[in-house]
Every structure is written in structure tokens, then in C-alpha cells.
């Protein structure tokens, strides 16, 4: 058996050195002895568009020193839609595959976790083909998504896995304009049923301006294919929403192509895929500093990023903005390259007063400021919750499986130029199929804390903590996401819905009991005030009559004493 080809992966925070980090070690003397030849594929979503280099922080020429880089600038703005993960996935292998393993070193380096994570150790769920080729049509440029069978093949094969999807083909099949909508929810121009979106003559239906029964309509679709998914996300979460229905229709694509289990394997082992393998020998520095120290160097760039030109490269994402859905206000500001942190916090300022000796500026440049932070809470939570887990199972898999050669090493380095040096040693050693260091004793002070998710007894025995730390899949998912609408704070136009695990805190809420108050006065059960208030008028007549004898009293006495 052929060993799995050598790879580098650099994780890390926005703003904390990643790029910086892994060019030295592109350029580390380890490589340049061996004649290795390092290829940094970049796994960020946002420099995978062209241009726009300030408000995607791409790396300058100069910096990037003689290093090649790929998966930078592919993508046109506006054209040919996002790349979602598997696209990523899909891209970044078939470049892998035409490096030779001997002499070419492919370095993984980037914010979008996400990316790195599904192509290092890629889940059974993962489509790595987004479908954009062997099937219907597009009728839209701007499609990203597209089915590869018919309406009516998906709703043929629908009815042939069980009596509840039978069920669920059936009512779609009896009622024309849920089929049409059906089949037409992936454009940017879905045909609403028109019993389920307001009836006020709006012509309006692009995906970026959906209006909030539009997006209660996409909801409600969801929860008629599938119930349990569309408990996971909120009705107004339109994207996650969308991507869900595509995702039930995938599903619904692969019982029809029927299994794919591999020559030989067993019925064990195929569904011992589902759990996350390592496909590549991979060798890993997590980047980290503190975000309390980090942040006043997030704050510097943003700052930075207005000198070199973030203005203009906002004015330039709304002209396009423009050409694609034919007003600026018409975006949606978490698809493609319209995420990019800056763009959404600008948007209330108009083109023509967007400097920065606006008043509107200052307040707009200090929530991209805080976005950016934000930001980088949410990949470190991703790398300690989603990928560090992932790292746990396939360790453990090799190790439960009797694999004697350890096929993943992670360490966690300071960065600037601190630990490059010590990058350059372990990276000489991992080339070379040495003994490598123990992680928990060199790089970051706060390595063995940071990555004790990974560590074992000798024994073999998981370490305190880690035990049942694991990364949920898709049906564990639904059952930790599922959401419960509370009917006393929902109107049918308006539903209210709650996490499982917030729901008695939202029952304890203000704005529940101020909601469970009206409803019990408009439906005649809240208490009866009425005594109460003639109790308060009768006081309060005496008191003035009290008042009102006082004075008399008062003017009486005046008048016997003569004044």
C-alpha cells in the first residue's frame, strides 16, 4: 500500500500570522535541501473572488516572496456563484493530485476553517460536487446550485422509499404550485405558491430581498420534505434554510444512483466512514495569541485597510452589486464575496458621502472594527469545538484500529518570527518520517492547555475532559438545534422560536411574560383589576374631601380671629 502523500496545514485567528508563518516555512532550509517545492493553497472564501485585495486582506506580492499560491483570485465577482465547501474540496485535490508527492509540499493556509477541516478529514455527508455540470440547465447565471435529476424523477424516486416520503410525494404531486415552487427554489427568481407570500402585488422575489413571508414560505417547504432539519434553523435564517432543501434533494438524488460502497468493503466499514479519516499525512501549527491581545492589532488593520484603499473597494463591490441584482440595497450579505467584514458595516452610508469626514463613518469604521473581533472569537470556537474534535476521532481511530504509524501531528506556535525556527525543525523531521516532539512540551506556552482535547494516558485511555467530545453529525444535530415555537409570543406572521437549551430561560424572559400578559387580558384571564382600581378611586376622593374640609376649617378659623 502506497503511504498517503505529505501535506502542511497553518490554522489560525484572522489578523494572528498565518500567511506570515506559513511562507517562512515555505521558504524554511528544510524544503530548499531536500529540493522540495511548496505550493500554498490558500482556504479563504473570501480571496478566492478576483481582485479586491484590501477588504479580502490578500497577501501582497511581496509578501507571498517567490511562493507560489493557489486558490487565490479564481472567482470573478458576480459571476459563476460562491464555492461552496465541497467545491473548495474538489478544486484543492485535483491541484494536489498533479503535485508530485516527492518533490512537491502542498501547504493548507487560511481563516475558513471549515475548508481546511472537510478537506483534511473529509464526512461520508460532504458532497464534493456541487452538481454544476451533468444535470438540468441553469436558467440563471447566477445559479450555484442546480439538480441533477427532474422534478419528476426526484418525486419518482421519492415515492419508492417509505411510506412517509410516499406521503410527502404525493401531496406535492396533487398540488401544482408546491411542485412549482419545488422546482424552482435554487433560482434567483423562486415562484412562491401564492397561498404561502403576501398578496400585496409585489413582483420582487430575488433571494436577496426575500420579504419575511417569503422566507416563512422557503421554511415551510423545508418542513414539509423534512421536519427535523427545518427544527434546526430559524425561518428567517434564509441561506441556511435554502442550502438545507438542496441538501434534502441531494439525498433524495442518492438513493435514486443507489449506494457507492467501495469493491470488497463490508457493510461494517462503510458505515464506519461516516466518521471524519485522514486522507493525507498532515502536519499542522496552529497559529495562536490571546484575543485580548489581539485585538488592538485587529483594530490597527482595519484602520490600515482605509489608507490602502477600503473605500474604494467598497464603492467598487456595490457598482457590482448593481450589475448583478440592479440596486445596491439588494444584498445579501451573507452570500460570496458580499460576507467580506466591511462591506455590510458601510452600507447605511450612501456612495456619495462615503469618506471618512462623514459623521457616519467613524460609528461604521468602529462596528467593522468589533466584526473583525467577533470574527475571531468565532474561528477560534470553531477550531476548539469542530476541528480539534475531528483531530480526537481520527487519532483515536488509528489508534483503536491498530495503525502503528501516526498519520496526524498538530502544534501550536506563537507568531511573528517567535517559533518559525522551531517550525522549521519540526517540519525538517515530519519530512524526513522522524520521531517527532512531544506537543505538549515545546512552542506555546499554553500549548498542552490549548490541545488537551488531544492528549491520552499512557495507557492509551482518553484523558480527562476529552471523553465524549465528539463532533455531532447530522441527526445528533437536529435533536441539539431543534427549535420550539413558543405560541404565546408568535403571530402567524411573526413566529417566535427558541433554541431546546434557551427555552426556560426564554419562559422566565420580559418579553414573554409581557407577551403571556396581553394575550391572557385579550382573552379574558389575566386578573381583574376592577375592585382594585375603585378601591384606588374611593381613597383617593376621600383624601381630597379630607383636603377639601382642611381648608374649610382653615379659612373659618382665619375668619373668627379677624384676619
Known sequence: MASPRNVLAVIGTTGVGKSQYAISLARSQALQHASIRPTVLSSDSMQLYEGLPVITNKATEQEM???EHWGIGCVKPGEGGSWEVGKWCLEAWEKIECMNPMTELPIICGGTHYYTQHFLFPPSQLSFDRNTTNGIVSKSKNTKWRPQYSID??????????????????????EPDIRHYLDTFYLPEPVFPPSWIESNGTSCSSETTLSDRQLLAQHRLLALLDEREAGRWHWRDGRKVKRALERWWESVEAV?????????????????????????????????????KLAPRLDRRVDKMVELGLIDEIKQLREIAVHIYGTEEAIDHQEGIFQSIGYKEF??????????????FAPALERMKISTRQYAKRQ?????KQLLPVIRQALNQERTGGQEE????????RGGDADVALGEEILQRFMRDEPMPDYRTIGHPRAEELLKLLATAEDGTENEGAAGTTVPDIQQRQLLNARLECEVCSTPSQPVTIIKSEWIAHLKSKSHRRSKAQRDREMG????????????????????????AARARSEEHMEDVGL
Open 256 to 292: 435514486r444512483r443507489g449506494p457507492a460502497k467501495k469493491d470488497g468493503e463490508t457493510e461494517e466499514e462503510s458505515q464506519e466512514q461516516s466518521v471524519a479519516r485522514p486522507r493525507l499525512r498532515t502536519l499542522m501549527f496552529w497559529v495562536y495569541d490571546d484575543l485580548e
Open 153 to 174: 424523477e426526484v418525486l419518482d424516486t421519492l415515492g419508492r422509499i417509505d411510506a412517509r416520503s410516499h406521503g410527502i410525494a404525493d401531496k406535492i404531486g396533487s
Open 406 to 413: 501516526q498519520s496526524v501531528w498538530v502544534y501550536v506556535v
Open 65 to 67: 516572496a517567490g511562493v
Open 380 to 384: 477560534l470556537k470553531w477550531i476548539q
Open 525 to 548: 384571564k389575566g386578573p381583574d383589576y376592577t375592585a382594585v382600581r375603585e378601591e384606588a378611586a374611593r381613597r383617593k376622593a376621600a383624601k381630597e374631601e379630607e383636603a377639601a
Open 347 to 360: 452600507s447605511h452610508i450612501p456612495t456619495s458621502r462615503l469618506t471618512p469626514s462623514d459623521p457616519l
